[in-house]
């Protein structure tokens, strides 16, 4: 009898290995990244898929990779483990280096790293949606100081061939176009000094209708001009913006930023037009990246139990992962004067090479997004992760909005969630309207046609230099019950020191009429409503929800010699749930106790250009203690990087934990990582690695070794 449960512990042993270690399970942290002009930079706006609470970012100010390291949030899937080394490539721009952003040690301490193409300059902020990033970078073309601004441009004269040469059919219609264009710009330029600001956007146009000739990149410079003039803030800054895209070298570039700068803040535009083609065109442009990385894994497992005091060890190996995932990202672009238009598609392959291991295809994102740069609204149909709005993750439908955010912008949302849950998707319609710094929302959920979800609640947010602060409430009006509070934010006390804090209090999981799922025999709500009523349903579910508390604060600050300490500390606890259901379909669970306070307190200390030019050294440790278990952490990482092309990572987490019956369990693991850039556009990557775990009970120890490798190449365009 001991020797089959000694069998089955190994068992039970191998098989957390492999669940463990089963990355298609992972959830993809990263939604979107975006460019838009601003007076003082190129803002890149990097969105995730579900809430996040920025704590900092190292170097400060500028070099080749950055670190910005953040918390997530309590939500409605904040267990879902995230996927590291998922990479997202930056939209074209030729004002600002080329980056990529990687997830990486979403299990220990989460970040993302910016890698750029070459040095950059920079600043780090948390957006204003709870679920942002925002770093803005200075364009490598900048003005050290005011320029001179023409009042009216100066119309070169027009080139003439030499005397008695004979031109060819090509060289006659450069000429021509030339010749047509030295008119235009003349013509602009008398309207421009008649105060005829109309006249003269329309010459420009006309110019800019040409093919390119002589006059074409002056005439992009003036029309912007000539809008500004006119009043027409929002296509005179979408001129400017083409220009510097299209233009990003020449000597004009200073002018265009001045005057960029001189537009009201207010008229910003909605998106910084990237594209090669002229205006006279429709605008397209496509990016992305497609990769293929293969994942290979071995653990062994030897386990020692006494048996009449002599010690007897079985040995149990096996592969637990070989797979090849591919994953697809791909965004097109299309931009009018008008409209500004998106297509995006992000999904992933999973191969699995071991038996009984099924393959995989998922996808993350695949929608359709159109906005008015007149009128504005915007639509977006298609598979897409939620804003706010009492939306409860990723869903298949439709959201769409009109008006401007900071007076009154109304919000529509329609579809089905799309979690990969089993059973029934729930569906949902809800509206919010924003306003400010506020937010209001109303959201009704159904799931087999039974009420899931009715909810309503408030965002707040307030964002000023050196404080942001943003704070929710979330009530179920189905249930009868508040889901969820949170306030956060973050002060700077000076250029060097901030601090950073949240409050948290919520059902976990949310509220949801799916909870009375916890522990049944069924994953359809429908089987238990053949048995219960709608009523007895929601107390079945209430009773499988509990709350959870969490309160942090951190706090960092920068020292001489590129150097960053911080810590924070963190008390967070889960209430028991009560014994729940009455039969076999229902599922009968007994109570479980409250897990009581558990604490941690983490420091780190973080340096850059130690040993090598741009390379990063951090170690940090953390002391965590609950009810039950006991423990420290200590983490090492080091990056280098090697030119533009060699980059090299390696890091080293020990772990150890006493638990409440006295066994001890320690972890070690060592990882190393290197790629290699080419041309911007291949990069070829591979990591290698090795966990060891000890932990030593009263009656049985268990010793597991895992080898784990990945390599893969990723294409930019």
């Not at 139990?305 to 995932?325: A, G, K, W, Y």
């Not at 300490?565 to 889960?574: A, E, F, L, P, W």
């Not at 690695?689 to 784990?708: D, I, M, W």
């Not at 490798?709 to 930019?716: M, P």
Request: with cysteine; glycine share 8%.
């Amino acid at each position: 009898m001991k020797r089959n449960y000694f069998t089955r512990l190994i068992q039970m042993s191998a098989l957390s290995v492999i669940a463990l270690c089963a990355q298609t399970a992972s959830a993809l942290p990263l939604d979107d990244v975006q460019l838009e002009y601003r007076t003082d930079g190129i803002v890149a706006t990097i969105r995730m898929t579900s809430p996040v609470k920025y704590t900092r970012h190292f170097p400060e100010r500028s070099g080749n990779t950055l670190e910005i390291f953040y918390d997530r949030t309590p939500a409605v899937k904040a267990d879902e483990v995230w996927a590291d080394n998922e990479v997202r490539k930056s939209p074209p721009s030729g004002l600002i280096p080329s980056f990529t952003v990687t997830t990486r040690d979403q299990k220990t301490k989460p970040k993302l790293v910016i890698e750029f193409s070459r040095e950059a300059n920079f600043s780090v902020s948390p957006g204003k949606d709870n679920q942002s990033f925002l770093i803005t970078i200075r364009p490598d073309r900048q003005q050290a100081a005011p320029v001179e601004l023409p009042a009216l441009p100066f119309v070169k004269p027009e080139a003439v061939a030499p005397a008695g040469k004979v031109l060819t059919t090509e060289e006659t219609n450069v000429a021509e176009n030339n010749k047509q264009a030295h008119a235009l710009m003349v013509q602009g330029r008398d309207a421009l000094a008649a105060k005829n600001n109309e006249g003269a956007v329309e010459a420009f146009n006309k110019l800019l209708m040409l093919p390119p000739n002589d006059y074409t990149e002056a005439g992009q410079e003036w029309v912007g001009v000539a809008r500004q003039r006119a009043g027409q803030f929002d296509k005179a800054k979408t001129e400017f913006d083409l220009y510097l895209n299209l233009y990003p070298q020449s000597e004009g570039v200073p002018r265009v930023m001045q005057r960029l700068a001189n537009l009201d803040g207010k008229n910003e535009a909605d998106g910084i037009v990237e594209t090669a083609e002229k205006k006279r065109a429709e605008r397209w442009m496509a990016f992305g990246s497609v990769s293929s990385h293969y994942y290979f894994g071995r653990s062994k497992i030897d386990s020692t139990q006494m048996f009449n005091n002599v010690p007897e060890t079985q040995t149990f190996s096996l592969t637990d992962q070989s797979m090849m995932i591919n994953t697809e990202d791909v965004s097109g672009r299309y931009v009018n004067e008008d409209y500004d238009g998106r297509l995006v598609f992000r999904g992933s392959n999973t191969l699995n090479f071991l038996s009984k291991k099924s393959n995989q295809n998922r996808v993350s994102a695949l929608y359709g997004e159109v906005k008015n740069r007149k009128q504005e609204y915007l639509i977006r149909v298609g598979r897409q992760s939620a804003y706010g709005g009492g939306v409860m993750g990723r869903f298949d439908g439709v959201a769409g909005s009109y008006g401007e955010a900071q007076t009154l912008r109304v919000n529509g949302v329609a579809g089905a969630l799309s979690d990969y849950s089993q059973g029934t998707m729930p569906t949902f319609f809800g509206a919010s309207v924003d306003s400010g710094a506020f937010s209001v929302y109303g959201i009704n959920q159904s799931v087999s046609g039974i009420l899931d979800r009715r909810a309503v609640g408030s965002e707040w947010r307030y964002f000023e230099d050196k404080t942001t602060a943003f704070a929710m409430v979330d009530y179920d009006a189905n249930f009868k019950a508040l889901n969820a509070t949170q306030l956060m934010g973050s002060y700077s006390i000076s250029d060097a020191i901030a601090l950073n804090f949240m409050a948290d209090r919520r059902r976990t999981p949310s509220l949801s009429i799916r909870n009375a799922l916890n522990g049944a025999a069924t994953s359809n709500v429908n089987d238990l409503l053949q048995a219960s009523s709608a009523s007895s349903l929601r107390s079945l579910a209430l009773a499988r929800t509990a709350t959870s508390t969490l309160a942090q604060m951190g706090a960092s600050m920068a020292l001489k010699g590129n150097w960053q300490v911080s810590g924070d500390m963190r008390v967070s606890n889960t209430t028991a749930t009560a014994a729940s259901g009455t039969t076999a379909l229902e599922g009968i669970l007994i109570a479980t106790p409250s897990r009581g306070a558990e604490k941690s307190v983490t420091a780190q200390v973080i340096g850059s250009s130690k040993v090598l030019a741009n390379d990063i050294w951090s170690a940090s440790t953390t002391y965590n203690t609950s009810g039950t278990v006991k423990g420290y952490s200590i983490f090492m990482y080091n990056h280098n990087q090697f030119g533009n092309a060699w980059m090299v990572d390696t890091s080293f987490q020990l772990y150890r934990q006493t638990d409440q019956f006295g066994g001890v369990t320690t972890r070690t693991s060592p990882t190393l990582r290197g790629s290699y850039r080419m041309k911007e556009q291949f990069t070829f990557d591979m990591d290698m690695g090795y966990e060891s775990t000890k932990s030593n009970g009263t009656q049985v120890s268990v010793a597991t070794s895992r080898f784990f490798t990945s390599a893969g190449v990723r294409w930019d365009f």
